[in-house]
T-cell receptor
Framework: GAGVSQSPRYKVAKRGQDVALRCDPI?????LFWYQQALGQGPEFLTY????????KSGLPSDRFFAERPEGSVSTLKIQRTQQEDSAVYLC??????????FGPGTRLTVT | KNQVEQSPQSLIILEGKNCTLQ??????????LRWYKQDTGRGPVSLTIMTFSENTKSNGRYTATLDADTKQSSLHITASQLSDSASYICVVSAKGTYKYIFGTGTRLKVLA
């Protein structure tokens, strides 16, 4: 079936705006991860879901970042009052529990 | 200090030439090490995965080696092609955790 999809692919936000980034995981994948990838860097872990439960949110950089996966499938990463330092690519990955993570193409967020 | 360090940071080679990318890690206790290829504007795609007991693994023109004693890995690309131009990211997992720890990547450019 289809791989992990993310939308939008590109988002430009003015400083202070709220944004919502969507991830559609591979069907049947229980685990879902969000990562932040700054320019020229490797991805850094933000948060992890197993089904609808958010088991780990230790990587979220501030309380402006919020993620949800209410029905255990689609997930949304929300960033409130965006700041310039939030500019990055946000990657979503999904997997069966304990197995290989498959990554989406990412959403490139630019905060002006 | 990053737990996964890669070198070189960037590399330019001519089409048809071979190259070797390096990865040193301090992640412990070690579970497995993956090499990912990330094309510009895309999510990472897995090339190889190696566990503690594996010394070498090949995937087409890509050959990964692992020395768990010195905590070093390499990715060798043979007979490079223009399509090999990408970032190559070393990813290490610790036992008992779902988290991936990413290196900062090596940006490879293959020229005609």
């Amino acid at each position: 079936g289809a791989g992990v999809s993310q939308s939008p692919r590109y988002k430009v936000a003015k400083r202070g705006q709220d944004v919502a980034l969507r991830c559609d995981p591979i069907s049947g994948h229980v685990s879902l991860f969000w990562y932040q990838q700054a320019l020229g860097q490797g991805p850094e872990f933000l948060t992890y879901f197993q089904n609808e439960a958010q088991l780990d949110k230790s990587g979220l950089p501030s309380d402006r970042f919020f993620a949800e996966r209410p029905e255990g499938s689609v997930s949304t990463l929300k960033i409130q009052r965006t700041q310039q330092e939030d500019s990055a690519v946000y990657l979503c990955a999904s997997s069966l529990v304990g197995y290989e993570q498959y990554f989406g193409p990412g959403t490139r967020l630019t905060v002006t | 200090k990053n737990q996964v360090e890669q070198s070189p940071q960037s590399l330019i080679i001519l089409e048809g030439k071979n190259c070797t990318l390096q990865c040193n890690y301090t992640v412990s206790p070690f579970s497995n090490l993956r090499w990912y290829k990330q094309d510009t504007g895309r999510g990472p795609v897995s090339l190889t995965i190696m566990t503690f007991s594996e010394n070498t693994k090949s995937n087409g023109r890509y050959t990964a080696t692992l020395d768990a004693d010195t905590k070093q890995s390499s990715l060798h690309i043979t007979a490079s092609q223009l399509s090999d131009s990408a970032s190559y990211i070393c990813v290490v997992s610790a036992k008992g955790t779902y988290k991936y720890i990413f290196g900062t990547g090596t940006r490879l450019k293959v020229l005609a």
